[in-house]
């Protein structure tokens, strides 16, 4: 990477972000919520789930606290800010919290579960996106795959117990960004137990092989 300023606050390459088409994720959501349903978006990033959910016919409302990210969203809401102290008052019929966002370590995952259930209106359905259950890290090391354009490498990954801390590798066009984390994997108790805790619950699994899952307010 050259220049720091293309790197969200997450550690995020703003230009790869930028390239990353929807997988599926819009029709997900789409199919799981009422139609028309106002949706929360929070960590949107570029917006490819955002627009695509928009042409399906919902009101989006798109949080990030990357400027750069948000400014290639049309049609939607934008908020800058902090998922994880976000309050703005109102209520949604719908809550996503895609891109893995559960799988950041705590204090992170309580804070996002909290904004979740402070802005899922009574009866609302909350979307969230995790690793996929049982996903081994270290066999995707040096494989190579493609999502669009995009050349995704796991160049590194260190296990121990649910902890991972990773390195990825992302290529375009003869440029490469790196991007290292620290994540946690989740199985459906551990999924169980935080949304609990936070004053929500699990629903169903809208696609276990991709990790989505649906859950809402404990009654």
Do not use: C
């Not at 959910?53 to 800058?80: C, F, N, Q, Y």
């Not at 190579?144 to 990773?166: F, M, P, Q, W």
């Not at 929500?200 to 649906?214: I, N, P, V």
Request: charged residues 20%.
């Amino acid at each position: 990477m050259k220049d720091g300023s293309e790197v969200a606050p997450d550690g995020s390459p703003i230009q790869v972000y930028r390239r990353l088409p929807p997988m599926g994720e819009p029709e997900i959501v789409h199919a799981a919520i009422p139609a028309g349903a106002t949706v929360l978006e929070l960590g949107a990033g570029a917006g490819r789930v955002t627009m695509p959910l928009i042409a399906l016919g919902h009101p989006v409302t798109a949080v990030d606290e990357s400027p750069a990210m948000l400014s290639t969203i049309r049609g939607a809401d934008i908020v800058k800010g902090d998922v994880r102290t976000l309050d703005l008052g109102r209520s949604f019929g719908a809550v996503l919290a895609a891109s893995h966002l559960l799988n950041t370590p705590e204090p992170f995952r309580s804070a996002v579960l909290s904004t979740v259930r402070r802005h899922l209106a009574p009866g609302g359905v909350a979307l969230f996106e995790v690793y996929a259950p049982g996903m081994d890290w270290p066999a995707a090391v040096g494989r190579l795959s493609r999502i669009g354009h995009v050349a995704v490498t796991v160049e590194r990954a260190e296990v121990s117990g649910r902890r991972i801390d990773a390195t990825v590798a992302y290529a375009i066009g003869g440029r490469t960004w790196r991007q290292a984390f620290v994540a946690e994997m989740l199985d459906e108790d551990d999924v169980r137990a935080e949304l609990a805790r936070a004053g929500l619950r699990f629903d169903r699994w809208l696609d276990r092989s991709k990790g989505w899952f649906a859950g809402s307010h404990l009654p």
